[in-house]
């Protein structure tokens, strides 16, 4: 009895550290994302990190809006395309919300009109926008911020 719960305690703590281990990026993966930013969004890690990042600067709603769009755009019930469509709007397009994102009022007008049917491609314009914003304003300050380059050296030590 007492072997067994040595045995399950040994093999949780493996889990655990594999768990852990799954969630540290490798070194070619840090680097990856300090050359391109199509490569940072394309990793799970790349977006967890980040995620966090933004989060420290208050601005993190653009990552989320570009995130709830691409699942938009993967999603294949009409019924559900609506329902996420409804929540994205609410979420992140109403004037009304406190994650609201900056796109331009011509945008913004063609995502009113077209939220009582939407569409995969509803937000699309105003993704790209985001996109683009995320690309050329907070990509190169995550590239140059303590977070990154933590990140850098704690690889690199290991």
Known sequence: MFVSRIAMAIKELMCEARAIKELMPSSEEI??????????????????????FLK??????????????????KETEPASVKNLAQTIYNDYVSTESPKEVSIDHKT????????????????SKAQQHVYYVMYQDCYPRFLSSSTFKTLQQECLNN
């Open 31 to 52: 680097n990856e994302w300090g050359r391109s930013f199509e490569r940072l969004l394309s990793s799970k890690n790349g977006i967890r990190v980040f995620h966090e």
């Open 108 to 123: 913004r007008q063609v995502i009113d009109d077209e939220i009582s049917q939407p569409t995969k491609e509803t937000f």
């Open 56 to 73: 420290s600067e208050y601005s993190e709603e653009n990552l989320l809006f570009w995130l709830a769009v691409e699942r938009l755009k």
